[in-house]
């Protein structure tokens, strides 16, 4: 078990914003050199990477290597499904880390939405990228992730295909569309509160209230614009050392209690084929999670959870255990997760109000948060969980 | 332009038999298991004797979302429109639009049944409406 034997050594991360000046390489090394000042590392020191898979990540390990001139890695190696991969970089670092494979892993993702790519256009920067025009010939969606049973019919981005979670779950659980926008309204608010406070945040300027939450335009029933991610560009990146060269750097370390992934039938993004489409996290991934580290849900004083969209952000309550299946939209709509309740969620504004990075700016939110140097500082927090979609996830404490 | 599945050795079936108006799903003779999309094997005993069953085009909707934001400029003219999980009366589910009713009087549960619409000389998808 990885139990507090690695540690988050060192946090960086770039500007996030619609558009930066930067390519993704650019991004990536200034977020890499950036979390190995924080840890008083060089690059030749790093000898270990893991990233986000291809067609995610689309800096690759001989790129930074070049970049770095870093002498040699003896370890690295990638995890697939994009979000899904946040947990897992983590698990193989740090059990590349454990077993003595590499002494310095650095785990990074730099996203460039705005020059091609973007989650939320299905038509920027894929094989249609021209635009429309009469002449436009037939895209032809091939057949992987099934993709070209689903597209054709304009199921093409995560926020179509969550609000056919969230429609569902509201069937499930015999929610009004009212309960709904309660809840998810709660979420989104509450999220752009805490980026409201955080310098970092794109949204830091943009207050919202329940006005101009439920005046917002839906994008996909039930999904309104504010329900959805952040599209940007940015990087974040985190090195991972044992615990003992962690403590020889600084005083105040972040341990890495457990990390999992998970895979199983369907259960992938744009998973849309699961027996139970809503399961967000399988219940045995959860349990492994929290067993591997020894702890209970009780423990975690502060949670980053994915939010692609806020229903995610309800969803992960249930699937993690913090709160009964069925209960999450009433859990929020009458305790919520701001400064003052008892679990704190997404305390830097999260995908929705921070920026979008694949979850890493989640992770380099919990590590602040265990330093004691958030902006939005939980009093006292020792323990955080960072949530992934599909059995992704890690505990952290310090 | 539209926008349009690609075939696949393993997927051209589905297409093909969609073309002529039957909606098939893969089937497995040894273990009487169906499911949706193609695999190269019976996901239950890994049988490779695997074919297709044509089903009834009865189900029910498992789950749907009207989508008022195009997220491709093809969709642009077409919204709102209806994306939905139907769930076959035989027990795969698939993805597919919904017609033939407004899209707010779409629920989760509404008996639905299948019908084509070619999009291209090759291509006929099958969509579904109220029953």
Known sequence: ?398 | MAIIPGYSELTAPYWEHARAGRLVVQHCAGCDRSWHPPLPACPGCQSADTGWREVSGDGTVYSYTVVTHPTHFEFADRVPYVVAIVELAEGPRLVTGITGCAPREVRVGMPVRAYFRPVTDDITLPYFEPR
């Open chain 1, 1 to 398: 078990m990885i139990r507090r034997r690695v540690a988050v050594t060192g946090i960086g991360q770039t500007e996030f914003a619609k558009a930066l000046p930067g390519t993704a390489w650019q991004l990536a090394l200034e977020a890499v050199n950036a979390a190995l000042a924080d840890a008083g590392l060089e690059p030749a020191d790093v000898d270990g990477m893991c990233r986000f898979a291809p067609p995610f990540e689309q800096v690759s390990e001989p790129m930074l290597v070049r970049a770095l001139g870093i002498r040699e890695l003896a370890f690295f190696a990638e995890a697939p499904l994009g979000g899904e991969a946040l947990g897992a970089v983590i698990a193989h670092a740090s059990a590349a880390i454990a077993c003595g494979l590499a002494s310095v892993v650095v785990c990074y993702r730099a996203i460039s939405q705005s020059r091609g790519g973007r989650f939320g256009r299905a038509d920027r920067g894929g094989p249609s990228a021209t635009g429309p025009d009469d002449a436009t010939p037939d895209l032809v969606v091939p057949e992987d992730d099934n993709r070209s049973f689903a597209w054709p019919y304009g199921l093409m981005s995560p926020g179509q295909l969550f609000a056919l979670w969230a429609t569902r779950y509201m069937a499930v659980h015999g929610l009004t569309d009212e309960d709904l926008a309660q809840a998810l309204g709660t979420v989104a608010i509450t999220q752009r509160g805490y980026a409201n406070r955080n310098p970092a945040a794109m949204m830091r300027d943009r207050k919202l209230d329940w006005e101009s939450y439920r005046a917002a335009r839906m994008i996909a029933t039930p999904l309104r614009l504010f329900d959805l991610c952040l599209e940007n560009d940015g990087a974040c990146a985190v090195v991972l050392t044992s615990a003992e060269v962690a403590a020889s750097l600084r005083a105040d370390p972040v341990y890495v209690l457990s990390a999992t992934q998970s895979l199983s039938p369907y259960r992938e993004p744009m998973g849309i084929y699961t027996d139970d489409l809503i399961e967000l996290f399988p219940p045995a991934a959860a349990d492994r999670l929290f067993g591997q580290a020894g702890v209970s849900r009780g423990d975690v004083d502060v949670a980053e959870l994915y939010d692609a969209t806020s229903f995610m952000t309800l969803k992960s309550l249930e699937s993690y255990g913090f709160v009964p299946d069925g209960r999450g939209w009433r859990y929020l709509t009458e305790t919520g997760i701001g400064p003052d309740s008892p679990l704190p969620v997404n305390t830097h504004g999260g995908h929705l109000s921070e920026g979008y990075l694949h979850g890493m700016n989640g992770l380099t939110e919990a590590v602040r948060q265990l330093r004691g140097t958030a902006c939005n500082q939980v009093a006292g927090a020792e323990m955080a969980l960072v949530g992934a979609p599909s059995g992704s996830a890690m505990i952290l404490a310090r």
